[in-house]
């Protein structure tokens, strides 16, 4: 079945221990893509790759770090997390243009 | 200016016709979407609309573009209460490789 798998479904930390958030696509897309989202704000993208090796910016890049070695995989690591960063967190991955991106199921974050 | 709006609630009775809205501040916007999202669920892909077309019709679903004024908007015929999720629009731009979403409009559907 063609999917994108995020682990964990959720996750409650402590402020500043280091955690990983592990995204894989079994669809050989080269897009893939990190989303938060918070109530009201709608998604806003935290980092984006076009390839591997290939990363960039979104919208919200401070306090997460990603990497993407691999085509499918793109983990969202967080170095040192803290309570805003709190949030239901999405990645998502595409072939581009038309057809948009396919989803993975949602990691819940809470920071304390 | 990169805003896509949309009201954040709605509610219709069950076999209503439902219009969800959404605007958008780009004129580069290319593509632009409308996704579903479930409780507990990711978003799923429900149409998309290229913004040369007025018009798109799939099903119980009609996507209408108003490009001189920035207007998106998804009608349901026929709403069910499986209907009952929360919908986003999201626009993306020539060059760009990012979707830009809006809030979401929370739907309810009363039986």
């Known amino acids: 079945e063609a999917q994108v798998t995020q682990n964990p479904r959720y996750l409650i930390t402590v402020t500043g221990k280091k955690l990983t958030v592990t995204c894989s696509q079994n669809?050989?897309?080269?897009?893939m893509s990190w989303y938060r989202q918070d109530p009201g704000l709608g998604l806003r993208q935290i980092y984006y790759?076009?390839?591997?090796?290939?990363?960039d910016k979104g919208d919200v890049p401070e306090g997460y770090k990603v990497s993407r070695k691999e085509k499918r995989n793109f983990p969202l690591i967080l170095e040192s997390p803290s309570p805003n960063q709190t949030s239901l967190y999405f990645c998502a991955s595409s072939l581009g243009g038309l057809s948009g991106y396919t989803f993975g199921s949602g990691t819940r974050l809470t920071v304390v | 200016g990169e805003d896509v709006e949309q009201s954040l609630f709605l509610s219709v009775r069950e076999g209503d016709s439902s219009v969800i809205n959404c605007t958008y501040t780009?004129?580069?916007?290319?593509?632009l979407y409308w996704y579903k999202q479930e409780p507990g669920a990711g978003l799923q892909l429900l149409t998309y609309i290229f913004s040369n077309m007025d018009m798109k019709q799939d099903q119980r679903l009609t996507v209408l573009l108003n490009k001189k004024d920035k207007h998106l908007s998804l009608r349901i015929a026929d709403t069910q209460t499986g209907d009952s999720a929360i919908y986003f629009c999201a626009e993306s731009r020539t060059g760009a490789n990012n979707l830009f979403f809006g809030t979401g409009t929370r739907l309810t559907v009363i039986p």
């Open positions: 790759s076009m390839n591997v090796e290939v990363t």
């Open positions: 669809m050989n897309h080269e897009y």
């Open positions: 780009d004129s580069s916007s290319t593509y």
